[in-house]
DNA sequence: GAAGCCACCAACCCGCCGGTTGGAATCGGG
DNA sequence: CCCGATTCCAACCGGCGGGTTGGTGGCTTC
């Protein structure tokens, strides 16, 4: 049954996230990633090489599920309208709260000026989805009101702070907002789509 | 000369913001902040109780001084409008890169389900907020367009959170936005603000 | 000038934790 | 059946860092 290195990687893996979601890429305790994975924590070294690159290894696979969790285009190919989209975001940080957690120790670990670990892919990423969102708005707006629209970057980086906010920031959400915040994530993801569709207008 | 506790005291805190919002309530060294204060790291002790008191008695200090730093009412006890006031957030935190950072430490550190300290302060200055808001809103917003307006909440969650997010997650900003972020805030402010004004109407 | 607090210095204690090592089982391929 | 790679176990090392302590000198107050 052993043999399996595949395995005892993904094991490690799944372990590491939640470790690192919790306690950050300093707080996390080696011997708990071992222990939670069920594996000897030597593993990690001839896996990974260390602490700091499993947390690397973390928010790589980490963010290539969220890229392909929430596309901008159904399977059909048409698109998917913004407030919509932020929507799905949403639901994806709603049921993935380890993401941003992990996002965020980056943000305040790594070294501001320096680019983060798979900057260009990940940049890409969003290229992609910042098209898609310029194809889709073509027309779409309503030209009847007065004034231009929004830019597609601000577009999308309103979705990203506004669904990203509360979840990276709860303890301050929760002071304006009260304890909706946790108590109805419908009405949030409703609030969340409803203004994202008032700037698209 | 000596004799100046309150000094003592002070040149602690200053340090300690910049220890803390730099590397964390884990990450920071009580050795760093002492030296950098110029004082002798035991005074830490009778003066605060520990590392993570001091943490606390950071933020306090922080807060208390963003709150007084960006009111919602001019001086002679006009109403700021929303945009204008999204822009001086958006100014303060551009001018005091800390607070963000401290509060997302706390954020990550503390219990989600615990209440950080100070909460009910916290709360009741963001309630007077929601209250200007409301009193300012009163006959504004735009009549002649359809649709409700608006709840003052979501309005100053959404000014939080559009001008929180570059500062607090500035990696991820930089994806959508590209380099702009860093190099050229004041467009991002005027960015921030418009947004805020299409939510207000 | 005596008492008492404040500050400095320097060393020390002690627990924690990332990473290492050596040895013994286990399993696959040839 | 034997070689080589995988895993487990257990103990260990070494550095780091929060917090403590004992001793000295200075300032203020009474």
């Known amino acids: 049954m052993a043999w399996d290195t595949a395995k ?3 094991l490690l893996l ?8 919790a306690y950050g890429p300093e707080g996390a305790r080696i011997d708990r990633i071992a222990a939670a ?3 000897n924590k030597e ?6 090489g260390g602490k700091r690159q499993l947390f690397a290894a ?3 696979r980490e963010l290539e599920q969220l890229a392909a969790a929430v596309p901008m285009e159904e399977a059909d190919g048409r698109a998917v309208d913004l407030p919509e989209y932020a929507g799905r975001v949403f639901d994806y940080h709603h049921d993935h709260p380890h993401l941003l957690r992990l996002l965020q ?3 305040l670990y790594g070294d501001a000026a320096a680019p983060v670990a798979g900057e260009e892919r990940r940049a890409a990423h969003y290229a992609e989805k910042l098209a898609a969102v310029s194809r889709a708005r ?3 707006v309503d030209s009847a009101r007065a004034g231009v629209p929004l830019a597609p970057e601000e577009l999308l980086y309103a979705v990203v702070a506004l669904v990203g906010w509360q979840f990276a920031a709860p303890q301050l959400a929760r002071m304006i907002l009260g304890a909706a915040v946790d108590e109805d994530p419908a009405a949030r993801r409703a609030a969340v789509v409803d203004m994202v569709r008032r700037l698209a207008l």
């Open 43 to 48: 593993r990690i070294y001839p896996y990974f």
């Open 58 to 60: 973390v928010i790589q």
């Open 37 to 39: 994975a069920g594996v």
């Open 8 to 10: 005892t990687k993904r």
């Open 14 to 21: 799944d372990a590491a996230v939640d470790e690192f979601a």
């Open 138 to 140: 073509r027309g779409e």
């Open 105 to 107: 120790w980056e943000a």
